[in-house]
């Protein structure tokens, strides 16, 4: 059973006349009869009764007429849910972003939108710079902000900001005293990093492999906040950006001379996959405010 079979049905129901539902469907008489006829044997029974030029539903027609017009009338719903789903003014954008990422730039980004675009709404999601990405070439989210690590003939990243990356100590530690370093000063020094899958992680490893060092890895966490918290122990030392709400009792940031110890964000989507309207202007404002 085809969509037009369908539809042919109910004009043939509507008019009850063979040639003017032909001349509403723009398709010739013989045409329409053929798939009327095929539809009744695909249906293994007789929808309608001829008399003369004029033709009738019968009770099974009726029958079948009233659940075509409700299939209709849901797909007809469905369409408009997802012209409304799309829509710049009062779209839907599903948005993957790094934990970090959560406590100022996102906040801050959607602040900005939402002040232009108020109807618009978001679905927010934190993880990992590894399952973002899992996510992203899953169509389980639109768009991510997340580091760029690997390049990826899948997705497409567009570069928005970078992030400087500070040796974090606590603040008794004997390099408390400095205020710039080269990184081999923690070549001794027991090294808080973060878990596997975390894009930090990642950087990390690469800032240290430039600087010659393989970093005695004593912790792992899966945010800055851990992180942070485990150095104001001294438990060791770190890298981390200097975000907002990083809590900085009991610890020091130190900037490093050498190497850069930076990390880059970016707004990244599937590669080759459908891009709504309402996530095109979004991703546009973003890229205009960076």
Not at 91 to 107: E, H, K, N, R, Y
Not at 131 to 139: A, D, T, V
Not at 163 to 190: C, G, K, M, R, T
Not at 225 to 243: Q, W
Request: hydrophobic fraction near 40%; glycine fraction near 6%; proline fraction near 4%.
């Amino acid at each position: 059973m085809e969509w037009h079979q369908i539809t042919y049905f109910q004009m043939v129901a509507k008019t009850e006349h063979i040639t003017r539902a032909a001349e509403q469907l723009s398709i010739s008489q013989p045409a329409l009869s053929r798939a009327i006829s095929k539809l009744e044997d695909e249906l293994g029974v007789k929808l309608f009764q001829r008399k003369g030029r004029n033709i009738y539903l019968n009770r099974y027609g009726k029958m079948f007429l009233s659940r075509v017009e409700q299939s209709i009338s849901q797909i007809e719903i469905g369409k408009q849910e997802l012209l409304n789903e799309i829509h710049p003014d009062n779209g839907t954008i599903s948005l993957a972003f790094l934990p970090s990422l959560g406590m100022g730039i996102v906040p801050e980004i959607l602040s900005y939108y939402r002040g232009n675009f108020t109807n618009v709404k978001f679905v927010l999601n934190q993880a990992s710079n590894q399952e973002i990405i899992k996510q992203l070439k899953s169509g389980m989210v639109d768009l991510a902000l997340v580091a760029l690590l690997d390049d990826d003939n899948e997705v497409i990243w567009e570069p928005l900001l970078s992030e400087e990356l500070f040796l974090i100590v606590s603040d008794n530690h004997s390099l408390a005293a400095y205020d710039e370093v080269d990184l081999q000063v923690i070549e001794s020094e027991p090294f808080i990093s973060f878990k596997e899958g975390y894009g930090l992680r990642t950087i990390i490893q690469n800032i240290c492999l430039e600087a010659g060092l393989q970093p005695d890895i004593v912790f792992e966490g899966e945010d800055i906040g851990t992180v942070s918290g485990l150095v104001s122990a001294k438990l060791g030392v770190s890298l981390v950006p200097d975000i907002p709400v990083l809590n900085k009792n009991n610890v020091k940031l130190i900037r490093v001379k050498n190497p850069i110890c930076k990390r880059e964000i970016g707004i990244a989507r599937l590669k080759d996959s459908y891009v709504s309207p309402v996530t095109q202007q979004f991703i546009e404002y973003v890229k205009g405010l960076f």
